[in-house]
């Protein structure tokens, strides 16, 4: 069982290989913040030559970044992609923009609002931790200008999304291009406070501390090998051991893309189909009611809700019932502890962080959010098509905020 010394020495390897070089790396770490409001997970990026950095929503199933550029200061360095060029090709972009520039179909995935966005490529830094210096550049990295309007339903602040998608110009696609020789990884902890992404070479650096504790199971596609989000098959439900009695068929992906399990941090809750919702919460109900859990009145948007009086507590949150998403057999599964299944609403009240999807959700059945993959070490492997993800890290008294903010201050 790994300590918090050592999450720290390893972060401390990932990030001291560049923290002393300022514009040649091949590691890039992105510091995480959750906003309050929104539950959106948030990041800060420079373009160019611009003196403030840029506020941006991460999207995990994003294709690319993409900008409100008319409400930002344009550096010197921006430059649009021309009609025909190889960047146009390179992103799959098409149609006639502003100067002849080709552009993308830029989507704010939030609130699905969408708009012709001009394909434009500039360069790419991100500071260090404690905002001394910057510590990676990335030259003519591709991204989407898009209008104003797109950036409604966003925090406060933020100026556009930064995707992580297997995309060919998404960040860790163009991370991966950029660097040379390095794998399209990316490794990702998200939290209530503080998290974090790590690209480049700091993946393998990650991997070789938490091997032993990382989980695989593959990335799921359509027919097509087109799809861009992050899909998982899960095969069943447990909860605290019992298999739910679920129709399977929704919980397979169809020929056409639709139904399975994909992973999201743009829906702030984990969403079921309403029949493997209504399944999922009675068989919960039931679980609760044997370790003497109270129900009380459901609190929007939750439909079920218990007592705090009575729920103990425990190194990986409240004592609920434990719930499982088994993957491709009994030994690949996803241990959900109270930590990321009950969410405090009031005083005195916690409810289970599920919430109906409805019946006719045209994609996933299962849309597994941020608030259960939060303190979990995740690894998005996108050339082998594999997803690593570990038990909480509270198990090991730990959590991503620890991490980042353990680190000793010269080397982040």
């Given at each position: ?305 218990f007592s705090s009086s009575g729920i103990g507590k425990t190194r990986v949150g409240p004592a609920a019932p434990a719930v499982d998403l088994v993957m491709q057999s009994e030994m690949v599964r996803w241990r959900i502890d109270g930590r990321n299944s009950m969410v405090e609403v009031s005083e005195g009240v916690m409810c289970l962080g599920f919430v109906d999807g409805g019946s006719s959700t045209p994609e996933a059945s299962i849309v597994i959010g941020g608030y259960q993959l939060e303190d979990h070490l995740l690894e998005f492997d996108l050339a082998a ?28």
């Amino acid at each position: 069982m790994a300590s918090s010394l050592q999450l720290l020495l390893i972060f401390s390897l990932i990030t001291s290989s560049f923290a002393h070089k300022p514009t040649s790396q091949n590691a890039l770490i992105l510091p995480l913040t959750k906003d309050p409001s929104t539950h959106q997970y948030l990041t800060h990026l420079y373009t160019g030559t611009t003196v403030a950095p840029t506020k941006l929503v991460v999207d995990l199933s994003g294709p690319f970044l993409w900008l409100d550029c008319a409400s930002r200061h344009v550096s010197s360095s921006h430059r649009p992609a021309p009609i025909g060029s190889l960047q146009c090709s390179r992103a799959k972009a098409t149609g006639w923009g502003s100067g002849r520039s080709c552009t993308l179909n830029t989507v704010n995935t939030i609130t699905r609002a969408a708009a012709r966005g001009d394909l434009a490529e500039d360069i790419l830094a991100v500071e260090r931790v404690d905002r001394s210096y910057r510590i990676a550049t990335v030259d003519r990295f591709l991204f989407s200008c898009a209008p104003p309007l797109l950036v409604n339903g966003l925090a406060s602040g933020a100026k556009g999304m930064l995707g992580l998608g297997r995309n060919r110009i998404s960040l860790p696609s163009q991370i991966a291009t950029s660097f040379g020789g390095v794998h399209r990884k990316f490794a990702a902890c998200l939290s209530s406070n503080d998290g974090f992404i790590v690209s480049g070479e700091g993946v393998p650096l990650l991997r070789s501390y938490a091997s032993n504790s990382l989980t695989y199971t593959p990335l799921i596609s359509n027919q097509e090998g087109t799809l861009e989000d992050y899909y998982i098959n899960v095969k069943s439900i447990k909860i605290n051991g019992k298999r739910l009695s679920l129709n399977t068929s929704k919980l397979t992906m169809d020929h056409e893309g639709n139904g399975g399990t994909k992973l999201s941090t743009i829906v702030p809750y984990t969403t079921m189909e309403t029949t493997i919702y209504e399944t999922f919460t009675k068989a919960y109900v039931t679980a609760a009611a044997a370790t003497n859990m109270t129900r009380v009145a459901s609190v929007a948007p939750f439909g079920v809700c218990f007592s705090s009086s009575g729920i103990g507590k425990t190194r990986v949150g409240p004592a609920a019932p434990a719930v499982d998403l088994v993957m491709q057999s009994e030994m690949v599964r996803w241990r959900i502890d109270g930590r990321n299944s009950m969410v405090e609403v009031s005083e005195g009240v916690m409810c289970l962080g599920f919430v109906d999807g409805g019946s006719s959700t045209p994609e996933a059945s299962i849309v597994i959010g941020g608030y259960q993959l939060e303190d979990h070490l995740l690894e998005f492997d996108l050339a082998a098509s594999m997803f690593g993800f570990s038990s909480s890290l509270l198990v090991r008294e730990s959590s991503c905020s620890d991490v980042l903010h353990s680190m000793p201050r010269e080397s982040i």
